[in-house]
Structures are given as C-alpha cells and as structure tokens.
C-alpha cells in the first residue's frame, strides 16, 4: 500500500527551526518528484517546495532561502529544513508524490502535521 | 506567478444537483491543470489532472473540461459524500499555485 506519515510538526517560536519527515511506503522517494504543500487554518492551499528525482529543487518565493528539501534514499524519506520561521509560517504541512510541471497532480499525500510558530 | 481564480467560492446544493465550477488562469496554461477535493481535517484528493483526465478510482460523475484559460469541474449528479471544498491547482510553471477553493455546502 502506498502511503506518507509525516511528523516532526509542533509549536516554534518565531526565528526558529524544525524538521519535518515525510516517510514513504509502497514507493520509492527516490524515483518521483516529491513536494511540500502546506495549509494555513481555514485557508487553501500553498505549494512550498519540490524536488526532483534527479535532486534538483524548487520553491515558493514565501519560503525561498529560508526552508530547505531534501530527502534520504537509505530510509526513503523526504525532508523539509525550516528556518527563521514566522508566524505566517503556521500551517498544516503535507508532504504529497507529484510537483511535476509535465506530469500533473498531488498524488499521493500524506496526513499532515501542524506547524505552530508563536511566541 | 500564475494567479488561479476559482468562482464561486461557496455554493449550495441539493443531492442529485448538477454543480459547475470555474477556474480562471492568469495567463495560458494549456491543460495544465489539476483538479482536488479536500474534506474538513483531511488531505486533499486528486481528482483530475491534465484538464480532463480522471484520476483512477474517481467516480465517472466527475469530469473537467477546458484549456487555455478557463476550465471547469462539473459534478453531473450530486452526492451526500461530494458536500467539500474543491481547488484547482496549475503545473504550467514554478511557482505551482491553486485557486482560491470552492465549498460545496447542502442547501
């Protein structure tokens, strides 16, 4: 079964860093483009960050220079480095297969872990 | 940025409705375009992707049309378990971007 369990979420302090974990089963990291998307409460939905098979990344101008993506083939896991973070950052982050600009669509997602950056 | 404009932003409806939905592009997208349903508390569900092409297991009373600029998601007979909110969602370029959201409420 394909599936993405992200963790890592929690409340931050503004200026300060976390680590989200997206790991995947039933697949392989490694071999699709993988994505961060996150959800601020009650809003819709932003696209943060993608990275290629091949390992090339991109990102939203909110977040660029700011959150890195990455991912660790050995345990099949993808990665979100989120630093200097502000309030606006406090979001339900999802990581999700896909971020393609030829291939289309999210699929699959995970279940979302909530980031809370407040003093 | 590619800035996606969904209309209506809520709507209310009966089971067994018809319900169109419109999602405007900035500038020309060919069909790259994605279509989502998000229920409250849970992640989003692809639905279609590229313009028209249902993703697998996706009830057929789903379908998306258009190109270009304009698109729309149409449910052709309204279900109880449909009642969510719908985004379109762009992959012409980066930064990828999604429309505003649509609520399908019960009437």
């Known amino acids: 079964e394909v599936q993405l369990v992200e963790a890592g979420g929690g409340l931050i302090q503004p200026g300060g860093s976390l680590r989200l974990s997206c790991a995947a089963s039933?697949?392989?990291?490694?071999?699709?483009?993988m994505s961060w998307v996150r959800q601020a409460p009650g809003k819709g939905l932003e696209w943060v960050s993608v990275i290629y098979s091949g390992g090339s990344t991109y990102y939203a101008d909110s977040v660029k220079g700011r959150f890195t993506i990455s991912r660790d083939n050995s345990k099949n896991t993808l990665y979100l480095q989120m630093n200097s973070l502000r309030v606006e950052d406090t979001a339900v982050y999802y990581c999700?297969?896909?971020?393609?600009?030829?291939?289309?669509?999210?699929?699959?997602w995970g279940q979302g872990t909530l980031v809370t950056v407040s003093s | 940025a590619i800035r996606m404009t969904q209309s209506p932003s809520s709507l209310s409806a009966s089971t067994g409705d018809r319900v169109t939905i419109t999602c405007r592009a900035s500038q020309g997208i060919s069909s790259y375009l994605a279509w989502y349903q998000q229920k409250p508390g849970k992640a989003p569900k692809l639905l279609i992707y590229?313009?028209?092409t249902l993703q697998s297991g996706v009830p057929s009373r789903f379908s998306g049309s258009g190109s270009g600029t304009d698109f729309t998601l149409t449910i052709s007979c309204l279900q109880s378990e449909d009642f969510a909110t719908y985004y379109c969602q762009h992959y012409y370029s980066y930064p990828l971007t999604f429309g505003g959201g649509t609520k399908v409420e019960i009437k």
């Open positions: 590229a313009a028209s």
């Open positions: 039933g697949f392989t990291v490694s071999s699709i483009y």
């Open positions: 999700a297969g896909g971020g393609s600009t030829v291939t289309g669509g999210f699929d699959p």
